[in-house]
């Protein structure tokens, strides 16, 4: 899994790269801007989803409890 400013992507069965989720507020069109081949897209695309509140727990209490990285 490589996860990116714009999106989250995963290897196919050939090692090939493939955007599998686009974050919110990020376009396709970025997507390809950012990069220098014509990227793999999922037929499945799906927005990023919000991380739970377990997830943001775990980022800001034991982390990056002091936002180094995330403030």
Do not use: N
Not at 46 to 66: I, K, Y
């Amino acid at each position: 899994m490589v996860v990116t400013d714009l999106g989250i992507w995963h290897f196919d069965e050939t090692g090939e790269m493939r955007l599998d989720f686009i974050h919110p507020g990020a376009t396709l069109g970025e997507v390809r801007s950012t990069i220098a081949w014509d990227p793999k897209i999922s037929p499945d695309l799906q927005p990023t989803p919000a991380p739970t509140h377990e997830e943001l727990r775990l980022v800001r209490e034991e982390l990056d409890p002091e936002g180094v990285y995330t403030k």
